[in-house]
């Protein structure tokens, strides 16, 4: 069975493939479900492929191929069987209640690029509440809006909020607001190696960039980060 949001997503796209005889784009996808990121967009995709009703062709641009499709669609006066999996029904055990966890609230610098690197971040856009327990240590924090899924397979997509500790120095193995030659600034897993600052990706579709350390300054460490659903 499908959720509702994924019935929908499939009904949207095999329309389209009706009368266009291409898929949606993922903003297109986005704008008729009315999410707020491609993120959603992308584990709704993958959500339909695991269960077999679509199929993505590798190397090729808007390419979607639907398998199969659920028995109501297929079958004109059945109504769709939907699990109503937007929401759990009950929360996490370890879960505590919003009203009496400390926040704060920490200012959001903009976007910072998880792909190829943005211009370099300096004006706050907004506020954003964030618990207590998530800032770590001493220090100054920030947040930053995720645009790109380089780091996808670290967790973090497009759309989400990631929150930075300030800081000038980075252990191997850190995720880092990296500014690249002042002007560039980028979401990327640090490497030293040597005299060179290498700054990876988590995701297989993007190219670890090498630099001499002098061309990269760290301007902090991802310590947290935010979610919302659509």
Do not use: C, W
């Amino acid at each position: 069975m499908l959720t509702r949001k994924q019935l929908e997503l499939l009904n949207f796209i095999k329309a389209r493939m009706d009368r266009d005889g291409v898929p949606p784009s993922f903003d297109e996808m986005k704008e008729a479900l009315d999410l707020r990121s491609k993120s959603g967009i992308h584990r709704l995709i993958t959500a339909l492929e695991e269960r077999g009703f679509i199929r993505r062709l590798a190397h090729r641009a808007r390419a979607l191929e639907i398998i199969k499709l659920p028995e109501a669609m297929e079958k004109p006066g059945f109504t769709p069987r939907v699990v109503e999996g937007d929401r759990p029904a009950a929360p996490p055990r370890q879960a505590m209640p919003v009203e009496v966890v400390h926040a704060l609230e920490l200012p959001v610098m903009g976007r910072i690029a998880a792909g190829v690197p943005i211009e370099a971040i300096s004006e706050v856009s907004h506020h954003v509440a964030v618990p207590g327990s998530m800032l770590s240590g001493r220090g100054s924090h920030y947040a930053l809006e995720v645009r790109g899924d380089s780091m996808i397979e670290a967790g973090i997509n497009d759309g989400d909020i990631v929150v930075i500790r300030e800081q000038n120095t980075a252990e191997n193995g850190d995720i880092i607001v990296a500014l690249v030659e002042d002007q560039e600034a980028t979401l990327k897993r640090f490497r030293r190696r040597g005299s060179m600052i290498a700054l990876e990706a988590a995701n297989p579709a993007y190219e670890t960039r090498v630099f001499p350390d002098h061309m990269v300054k760290v301007q902090g460490r991802l310590v947290g980060l935010i979610r919302t659903y659509s």
